[in-house]
């Protein structure tokens, strides 16, 4: 397919009494696995829902492997598996009824040894798929949610918050899941709070504030644009530069400890630390939780 | 028709089975004793005294009607306008017209809709749902009260005929389509099943209401025309009277506009 797998285009939605997206612009490959990223209320949840024809934009258009999230919605959710953020199941229902009734409403009928291999990932016992919902933990009905979107094997996965609820182990297992989809060529577009998962399962991210999307890179151009942190102490006392090399940008300075930020190469301020009586050097690359911070908090920079 | 409706309607059926069967076994169990009760009374010969108990001046409010329902046939048919069964099966049809909103506050709607199903499939399963649930139950109805005759009535009791069984079920069934489409129209636009159900339910009883009014108090006979029980008229059929096709007409137009509307309403609007 040569179209990407998720387009959307000025994507807009306006609430009586809130701009939940505004203006919205994102391309996600297909085979990508992309994060999107934002604080309650960032409008992540909005964008999902348009994509599946559940909220209809104000403004600007989706379109799903090529096809309009709101003239072709049913050609379009044909092809997703979703994961709601909370998924509505019926606690009277078993959990394999669940399963049955949300396979015999997809596009295509479900392969049971692909269903049974989600099963077993997840650890979901077939006893446990013969009691009601009411009766499962909130990781049970997390991992039911995961198995009811991916059963049908659908080329775009929709996961809003997929770990949410999840044990450490289950989460993992998750990953695990992730990367086998990725390898069957599946795109994943998967909200998410925990940046950790996202930098290490995500490809690239996209970033809502406000409804606004401010951030779209791969994690690789996020950390080099947000530079390492470089931290030398002395063992004595050394006097401050008047000027520091290109991309270099102090953050605290003292005669025995220099903390400093780089961007770029590390060069020019390893040749200057050089010639100092260096007494320990330690190069950090940023994690993404810090760097995303700065945009959750403040206006992206001009 | 597509297999994912007909999936849906299942799932829904199975869903409202224990309430559809238990109204179907108090309902058919009461329209077989009413037979009984109809035999007890003829045998003692009290449908005369009964009707001497009951004042002049509520005889003369009532009309023929009270006549009637001081015969065998009128207490055999009791079960197809008595007010507790009207407004029992009134409230089924809402509580499954009303599944839509239901599904959207439960959020299950998510899961159903994130799939190819459109969503004129959502209304056209609540509209499978209710015509299935309540002709059922007035099938048991009709079957409990033939039963109920065919067993243990005297030779001599004035049995009322089939056909005015077959009317009383087709009018009732009528006033219940009426009031399940327009709870479909309520469902198609709420976030909230109660908020749908109760919209419906207040709407029924005010018509009801209005209903009485116009029957009773000439000033108000106009405005009870608005009401759709206005065009239930079930004592009419009882006094020998034909089943009068155009109010019964007025009726499922009343219902088919509410599913129309929802269909109108539940395609356009943000889940």
């Known amino acids: 397919?040569?179209?990407?797998?998720?387009?959307?285009?000025?994507?807009?939605?306006?609430?009586?009494?809130?701009?939940?997206?505004?203006?919205?612009?994102?391309?996600?490959?297909?085979?990508?696995?992309?994060?999107?990223?934002?604080?309650?209320?960032?409008?992540?949840?909005?964008?999902?829902?348009?994509?599946?024809?559940?909220?209809?934009?104000?403004?600007?258009?989706?379109?799903?492997?090529?096809?309009?999230?709101?003239?072709?919605?049913?050609?379009?959710?044909?092809?997703?598996?979703?994961?709601?953020?909370?998924?509505?199941?019926?606690?009277?229902?078993?959990?394999?009824?669940?399963?049955?009734?949300?396979?015999?409403?997809?596009?295509?009928?479900?392969?049971?040894?692909?269903?049974?291999?989600?099963?077993?990932?997840?650890?979901?016992?077939?006893?446990?798929?013969?009691r009601p919902v009411r009766e499962y933990s909130t990781g049970m009905k997390r991992k039911l949610g995961l198995v009811q979107a991916c059963q049908a094997d659908a080329p775009l996965l929709v996961l809003d918050e997929p770990t949410e609820g999840l044990d450490p182990l289950m989460q993992d297992a998750f990953y695990a899941l992730v990367a086998e989809l990725r390898a069957r060529g599946r795109t994943v577009f998967m909200s998410s709070h925990v940046l950790p998962e996202v930098e290490r399962i995500c490809d690239r991210i996209g970033l809502l504030?406000?409804?606004?999307?401010?951030?779209?890179?791969?994690?690789?151009?996020?950390?080099?644009?947000?530079?390492?942190?470089?931290?030398?102490?002395?063992?004595?006392?050394?006097?401050?530069?008047?000027?520091?090399?290109?991309?270099c940008e102090p953050i605290a300075v003292s005669p025995t400890v220099w903390d400093l930020r780089v961007r770029g190469p590390l060069g020019p301020i390893v040749a200057r630390l050089a010639a100092l009586p260096i007494a320990d050097l330690d190069v950090q690359m940023p994690h993404l939780e810090e760097i995303l911070k700065t945009y959750y908090a403040d206006p992206p920079a001009a | 028709m597509t297999p994912r409706t007909l999936a849906l309607a299942a799932h829904s059926l199975r869903r409202i089975r224990p309430i559809a069967m238990g109204m179907a076994i108090v309902l058919g169990g009461f329209q077989f004793l009413l037979t009984q009760v109809a035999v007890f009374l003829t045998r003692n010969r009290a449908f005369g005294m009964l009707a001497s108990l009951v004042p002049d001046f509520i005889r003369?409010?009532?009309?023929?009607?009270?006549?009637?329902?001081?015969?065998?046939?009128?207490?055999?048919?009791?079960?197809?306008?008595?007010?507790?069964?009207?407004?029992?099966?009134?409230?089924?049809?809402?509580?499954?017209?009303?599944?839509?909103?239901?599904?959207?506050?439960?959020?299950?709607?998510?899961?159903?809709?994130?799939?190819?199903?459109?969503?004129?499939?959502?209304?056209?399963?609540?509209?499978?749902?209710?015509?299935?649930?309540?002709?059922?139950?007035?099938?048991?109805?009709?079957?409990?009260?033939?039963?109920?005759?065919?067993?243990?009535?005297?030779?001599?009791?004035?049995?009322?005929?089939?056909?005015?069984?077959?009317?009383?079920?087709?009018t009732l069934a009528a006033i219940v389509l009426c009031w399940g489409g327009v709870a479909l129209a309520a469902a198609a636009a709420a976030r909230r099943r109660a908020t749908a159900a109760g919209m419906t339910a207040v709407a029924a009883l005010a018509s009801y209401l209005v209903d009485y009014l116009g029957r009773v108090w000439d000033p108000a006979r106009l405005a009870s025309r608005l009401s759709p029980f206005h065009y239930f008229e079930p004592m009419a059929l009882l006094t020998g009277g034909a089943l009068n096709a155009g109010n019964v007409a007025v009726l499922l137009a009343i219902g088919a506009a509410g599913v129309v509307a929802g269909y109108a309403i539940f395609s356009r609007r943000d889940l």
Not at chain 1, 69 to 86: A, F, K, T
Not at chain 2, 76 to 98: D, M, R
Request: charge should be positive.
């Open chain 1, 1 to 130: 397919m040569d179209a990407p797998a998720i387009r959307i285009d000025r994507l807009s939605k306006r609430y009586p009494r809130v701009t939940a997206l505004r203006d919205a612009s994102l391309e996600v490959a297909t085979g990508e696995i992309f994060g999107f990223l934002g604080l309650n209320g960032a409008g992540k949840t909005t964008t999902i829902r348009i994509l599946l024809d559940l909220v209809r934009p104000t403004a600007g258009r989706a379109f799903v492997f090529g096809l309009d999230c709101q003239r072709q919605g049913l050609d379009v959710r044909g092809q997703v598996g979703y994961l709601p953020g909370e998924p509505g199941f019926y606690g009277d229902m078993t959990g394999e009824a669940t399963l049955d009734l949300l396979a015999a409403l997809a596009r295509s009928p479900v392969d049971p040894r692909w269903r049974r291999a989600l099963l077993d990932r997840l650890e979901l016992a077939a006893s446990d798929l013969k």
């Open chain 2, 60 to 170: 003369s409010l009532a009309g023929p009607s009270m006549v009637a329902f001081m015969s065998f046939g009128g207490v055999v048919s009791l079960g197809y306008f008595h007010p507790i069964v009207l407004a029992s099966l009134v409230g089924l049809a809402i509580g499954i017209g009303t599944e839509p909103a239901a599904e959207v506050e439960s959020r299950f709607g998510d899961l159903v809709l994130a799939r190819p199903v459109a969503r004129h499939q959502v209304i056209t399963r609540s509209v499978i749902v209710l015509v299935t649930v309540v002709a059922a139950l007035l099938l048991v109805m009709a079957s409990a009260t033939w039963i109920g005759l065919a067993c243990c009535t005297p030779a001599a009791a004035e049995r009322p005929p089939f056909a005015l069984i077959r009317s009383l079920a087709v």
């Open chain 1, 209 to 247: 504030r406000s409804g606004e999307l401010v951030l779209v890179s791969t994690v690789q151009d996020l950390r080099r644009l947000a530079g390492r942190r470089v931290r030398a102490a002395f063992a004595e006392a050394v006097a401050a530069p008047a000027s520091w090399p290109a991309g």
